[in-house]
């Protein structure tokens, strides 16, 4: 069956350092892959989506990669602020549907 | 622009209650979603909708959840009888489905405990 890993393990880093988070899939190829950003008590919000044909995206301090052979999607934050601490999940569409599969998400904590 | 509406925030209910939440998505949004999301996980799809019609039901426990949307705007999910195990937070999002590609954006659900 369809399956998303994240690390599961909360991230602590440095305030001004770059946080990378990690997100693998297997047993499918999506057509795109998406990250969202979740603060407790609230839904997720959209940050990022990523094609199948396109190596890396970035938006501000983000950047996203997504390597179809290793089946793994890479979340780059740059310049961390304590401010971008929360969860982040990444999420599949599965193959033909606009059914979405997310990952169980991973909590960064960016220290002072 | 108002953003995904859901109300209750909270509930807490003894087993065997019925429950229902609402949702309201942005205006335009053809599509919505109903997702469960227990802690430490990530959300759940329990329904999508598209318009008035619910095209993936898949993963609805039928026999205690029901759900709907008239008129293709609003939503309702029901629970009826709650269980323990139904315990977690009820996220409602949207769409505008374009080019085969869907952004959601989601309410800030609705958090139910049940005793």
């Known amino acids: 069956s369809q399956k998303i890993e994240q690390n599961s393990e909360a991230l602590n880093i440095q305030e001004g350092k770059t946080a990378t988070l990690t997100c693998n899939y297997t047993?499918?190829?999506?057509?795109?892959l998406q990250w969202y950003r979740q603060d407790p008590g609230r839904g997720p919000v959209f940050l990022l989506l990523?094609?199948?044909?396109?190596k890396e995206k970035r938006k501000e301090r983000l950047k996203v990669t997504f390597d179809t052979t290793l089946k793994q999607s890479l979340f780059h934050i740059t310049a961390s602020q304590p401010a971008d601490s929360a969860t982040y999940l990444c999420a599949l569409p599965t193959s033909g549907t606009y059914k979405y599969i997310f990952g169980t998400g991973t909590r960064l904590k960016v220290l002072a | 622009e108002a953003g995904v509406v859901q109300s209750p925030r909270y509930k807490i209910i003894e087993k065997k209650q019925p429950v229902a939440f609402w949702c309201n998505p942005i205006s335009g949004h053809n599509t919505l979603y109903w997702y469960r999301q227990n802690l430490g996980q990530g959300p759940e799809l329990l329904i999508r909708?598209?318009?008035?019609?619910?095209?993936?039901d898949s993963q609805l426990p039928k026999d205690r959840f029901s759900a709907e949307r008239l008129k293709g705007v609003d939503s309702t999910l029901k629970i009826q009888p709650a269980e323990l195990g139904d315990s977690a937070v009820y996220l409602c999002?949207?769409?505008?489905?374009?080019?085969?590609?869907?952004?959601?954006?989601f309410g800030p659900g609705t958090r139910l405990l049940v005793l």
């Open positions: 990523i094609r199948e044909n396109e």
């Open positions: 999002a949207s769409s505008l489905s374009l080019a085969g590609e869907e952004t959601q954006y």
């Open positions: 047993n499918y190829s999506p057509a795109y």
């Open positions: 909708y598209e318009n008035e019609e619910a095209v993936d």
